[in-house]
């Protein structure tokens, strides 16, 4: 099993930046990418951010040169960095990762509990 914990979420103005942190813990070595997703009231939940254990990242082009994926693994943990963040950036996120292999009937996905970021004046 892999729990996620974030944190780093609240309230920021329009222009601001928020950084948030995804803390994993029990059978960390069989994450093989984390990233991050977030949904809006009333909308369907989206990838933001993917990040593998090899450092390869991914971002859907509406957050590119915007929001920036790092991780630390030493502390098994993932960070979001979100610079100019806009009113239409509110939203619950969640730290996602995944694991394990298809084949061997051992694939996860694991969720952290998300973080409200709402950015507002």
């Known amino acids: 099993q892999v729990q996620l914990v974030e944190s780093g979420g609240g309230l920021v103005q329009p222009g601001g930046s928020l950084r948030l942190s995804c803390a994993a813990s029990?059978?960390?070595?069989?994450?093989?990418?984390m990233g991050w997703y977030r949904q809006a009231p009333g909308k369907e939940r989206e990838l933001v951010a993917a990040?593998?254990?090899?450092?390869?990242?991914n971002y859907p082009d509406s957050v590119k040169g915007r929001f920036t994926i790092s991780r630390d693994n030493a502390k098994n943990t993932v960070y979001l960095q979100m610079n100019s963040l806009k009113p239409e950036h509110t939203a619950v996120y969640y730290c996602?990762?995944?694991?394990?292999?298809?084949?061997?009937?051992?694939?996860?996905?694991?969720w952290g509990q998300g973080t409200l970021v709402t950015v507002s004046s």
């Open positions: 996602n990762a995944k694991g394990g292999s298809n084949w061997s009937g051992n694939a996860f996905d694991a």
């Open positions: 029990g059978r960390t070595s069989s994450i093989n990418a």
């Open positions: 990040i593998t254990s090899g450092g390869s990242t």
